[in-house]
């Protein structure tokens, strides 16, 4: 299994640019998480998809960031336009819909906004 | 919602000590409690995991511990070597009425095994 797919790894861009984050999930997990981490705010929940609807946005921190989940081997992260507040490491990661199971993390991408 | 409060945010052992990370959390329909860590740089990696009808698990130098009746669960590494430095996230799952389940994180705790 090749686990959760994230591309890209790494992301420098200048402010008020349009930044697309995508991920492929595990094959079979049909629960999709993005995160955000930063030092100062550790590790946040930004949306969920179950069987990909989106469940919960409510971390989303402003309408410049929108989450799509077209079917169930790819979702994109989208911020626009971009401030540098927004730069840190956004993971995705995938479960089995079914409770009581791990969250499967692909490597992230480093998202700098100069 | 649920909250999960994790200590302490950092520990220095020496090699060979053990390592104790304690978390807290408020929600008492929560039922499974994940471990993971993180390597500088890398993501996080389940280590080990612990559901409510167990009281104790144990993976070769990791164990984990729950009390549900305070609503507290620990990692225990013993034998601590360099290689395991790094950030140890718990964590603690809620199965909402929809049946969909979401993981509420601790802040992490940065673990320095000094050799």
């Known amino acids: 299994d090749a686990g959760v797919i994230q591309s890209p790894r790494h992301e420098v861009t200048e402010m008020g640019q349009e930044v697309t984050l995508r991920c492929k999930p595990i094959?079979?997990?049909?629960?999709l998480f993005w995160y955000r981490q930063t030092m100062m705010r550790g590790l946040e929940l930004l949306i969920y998809f179950n069987n990909n609807v989106p469940i919960d946005d409510s971390g989303m921190p402003e309408d410049r960031f929108s989450a799509k989940m077209p079917n169930a081997s790819f979702s994109t992260l989208k911020i626009q336009p971009s401030e540098p507040r927004d730069s840190a490491v956004y993971f995705c990661?995938?479960?089995?819909?079914?409770?009581?199971?791990?969250?499967?993390f692909g490597d992230g991408t480093r998202l700098s906004i100069l | 919602g649920e909250n999960v409060e994790q200590h302490p945010s950092t520990l220095s052992v020496q090699e060979g000590d053990s390592a104790v990370i304690k978390c807290t959390y408020s929600d008492s329909a929560s039922n499974y409690f994940p471990w993971y860590k993180q390597e500088l740089g890398k993501r996080p990696q389940l280590i080990i995991d612990i559901r409510s009808n167990v009281g104790e698990k144990k993976d070769q130098r990791i164990a984990v511990t729950l009390n549900k009746t305070a609503k507290h669960f620990s990692l225990h590494i013993t034998e601590t070597q360099p290689e395991d430095s790094a950030v140890y996230f718990c964590?603690?799952?809620?199965?909402?009425?929809?049946?969909?389940?979401?993981?509420?994180f601790g802040k992490g705790t940065m673990l320095l095994v000094s050799p």
């Open positions: 990661a995938s479960s089995s819909i079914q409770g009581h199971q791990p969250q499967h």
């Open positions: 964590a603690a799952d809620l199965i909402m009425n929809s049946g969909y389940s979401t993981l509420t």
């Open positions: 094959s079979g997990h049909n629960s």
